[in-house]
């Protein structure tokens, strides 16, 4: 492990993340880990609508912090949650679950471990 850090002006946003209709700015914690622990800030892209699929994320740990906005989830076993700015929620792994909407104005920290993960979709 090394030491690191980032500054906003020192990281783009681009479009190579997991949702078409997010935009990533990764915090370089991939590399400073080794791959144990991806952290990166997510924002909409706004007009690009959310896909709602539910799915699930094959992680040890996935947390999320809304800085900016709102977005609201439906979680298998819980139900629906709407996270604004300042909410924090755990997603446990392998929890279903799907996006319902976000605001256009949205920007969310992301910390998940391991860095390199698989997505699953449900069927049907």
Not at 21 to 28: A, I, S, T, V
Not at 31 to 40: E, F, I, L, P, S
Not at 65 to 88: N, Q
Request: some cysteine; proline content about 5%.
């Amino acid at each position: 492990m090394k030491f690191s850090v980032s500054h906003a002006r020192d990281g783009a946003f681009t479009h190579d993340g997991l949702r078409p209709f997010f935009e990533y700015r990764d915090l370089g914690i991939r590399d400073a880990t080794n791959g144990k622990v991806v952290a990166h800030v997510i924002r909409a892209r706004p007009g690009a609508p959310a896909q709602h699929q539910r799915h699930h994320h094959e992680v040890e740990f996935q947390l999320v912090y809304v800085l900016k906005g709102w977005i609201r989830f439906e979680y298998d076993g819980v139900g629906e949650v709407l996270l604004t700015a300042g909410s924090c929620v755990h997603q446990p792994p392998g929890i279903r679950h799907k996006e319902l909407g976000h605001s256009d104005d949205l920007e969310m920290l992301e910390i998940v471990m391991p860095a390199d993960f698989a997505t699953v979709v449900d069927e049907g």
